[in-house]
């Protein structure tokens, strides 16, 4: 009798057991350590330790981009709209795609799209290292468009956008375009900007991009002669950091529409140290409220224990990555807006094969055995189950011996 009781009780446990093991944990330990939870001010500041700016910001993380240690957050892991700052990701995973000398000719979409622009002109070339330029100093959605097609197209581009976040353990974040325009469900976090922004400084060519100040000769209209001469425009960074004269400035973007508000991203380095700063709904001015935070991770570096820390990327290469995708060369430039490359779109169909209900299910039919086991063995308890704490990169491990002292 009681096995029977046992049996019957472990039934609607295995018939539940797929939707157990497919909802996340509601206590699992959030990306970059368990005390970047919540909406309130983190930090552990030492007894020399300054106070902490109070910044009219909704969300922000500040980091040490070196050795990825957050100082001191807000929010870090609460979704918000980006805006333009969702750029930074773009570029990331475009400056893999796309080889910098392509060629690319603009269409009526790419010049006509919405919001901000740098005046791209129809009809015209432009280089990928312009448009890139352009994407970052202007924050030109025309310049978006242009690579995204010259990427195979706006939905590919995007698909790879969510899969390099991924490969980042970027998980707030859902991209719904690669310009930051407002998109039902595109979302993203302090704490995963500052993973773009780690990501991105680390690569000479987003370096190149993010710290450009003034392009003098820029691409305008084609020359209505052949041979003449092809007209240029000058444009200029829009990042607060370079305009206002911060010291050490590196970069990186700055965003706002009437959904996000004022967005930024910036970065700053002196000396041996440099720090990354991640803003989101900023009330006011950019500048006042990044430049005081990074003011203070400068004077307070050694003066606190890390709250958190950056996430490194994960090993394995996403599907349409640069390992698994052949970026586009110049010898296929593009030279219509008709950008759509057979070679580029192959990866889009290899990563729509969803592999985590297989696990799901086979998770489920060991739980299941484990179950029945247990039922017939009725009284008996279960074996004891070993576990740990996720490996974590040897260049966090100081940081998380500051979380054991603390």
């Not at 979409?109 to 352009?134: H, I, K, Q």
């Not at 698909?159 to 976040?165: D, L, T, V, W």
Request: hydrophobic share 45%; glycine share 8%; with cysteine.
């Amino acid at each position: 009798m009681r096995r029977s009781l046992a049996i019957l009780a472990a039934v609607p446990l295995l018939l539940a057991a797929p939707l157990l093991l497919a909802a996340p944990s509601a206590s699992a330990e959030p990306i970059g350590g368990p005390l970047l939870t919540g909406s309130d001010v983190i930090i552990d500041p030492g007894p020399s330790a300054d106070p902490l700016p109070d910044v009219p910001v909704s969300a922000w993380v500040l980091a040490d981009l070196e050795s990825g240690a957050i100082l001191a957050a807000k929010a870090p892991h609460v979704q918000r709209p980006p805006a333009s700052v969702l750029k930074t990701l773009t570029a990331v995973t475009l400056a893999e795609q796309l080889d910098p000398n392509l060629v690319y000719t603009t269409t009526y979409d790419d010049v006509a799209v919405e919001g901000s622009r740098v005046g791209l002109v129809e009809n015209a070339t432009y280089t990928v290292r312009e448009l890139f330029l352009c994407l970052m100093m202007q924050s030109g959605n025309d310049c978006a468009s242009a690579l995204a097609q010259a990427n195979g197209g706006v939905e590919l581009t995007v698909a790879q956008m969510n899969e390099e976040a991924q490969r980042l353990q970027a998980y707030d974040t859902v991209a719904m375009n690669p310009s930051g325009l407002p998109a039902d469900g595109q979302v993203s976090s302090a704490y995963d900007l500052a993973l773009f922004a780690r990501e991105g400084l680390a690569r000479p060519d987003f370096f190149e991009y993010v710290n450009t100040r003034v392009i003098e000769d820029f691409p305008g209209y084609m020359p209505e002669e052949p041979g003449d001469p092809r007209p240029t425009m000058p444009i200029a960074t829009q990042n607060p950091l370079f305009i206002q004269g911060y010291e050490g400035a590196i970069g990186v973007k700055t965003g706002w529409t009437t959904e996000a508000g004022r967005t930024f991203v910036g970065a700053a380095e002196r000396g041996s140290t440099s720090l990354v700063v991640t803003l989101l709904n900023i009330e006011g001015e950019i500048y006042p409220s990044a430049s005081a935070l990074l003011d203070w991770g400068f004077a307070n570096i050694d003066a606190v224990t890390p709250v958190g820390y950056l996430v490194d990327p994960v090993t394995a290469a996403p599907a349409g990555s640069a390992e698994a995708t052949a970026p586009a060369t110049a010898d296929s430039a593009v030279d219509t807006g008709d950008a759509a490359v057979d070679a580029a779109s192959a990866p889009a169909e290899a990563s729509s094969t969803n592999w985590g209900w297989v696990w799901t299910l086979i998770g489920a039919m060991v739980v299941g055995v484990v179950l029945i086991v247990l039922g017939l063995r009725s009284l008996r308890g279960p074996a004891p189950r070993s576990g740990g704490r996720r490996a974590r990169p040897e260049e966090h491990d100081q940081v998380e011996r500051d979380y054991a002292r603390n």
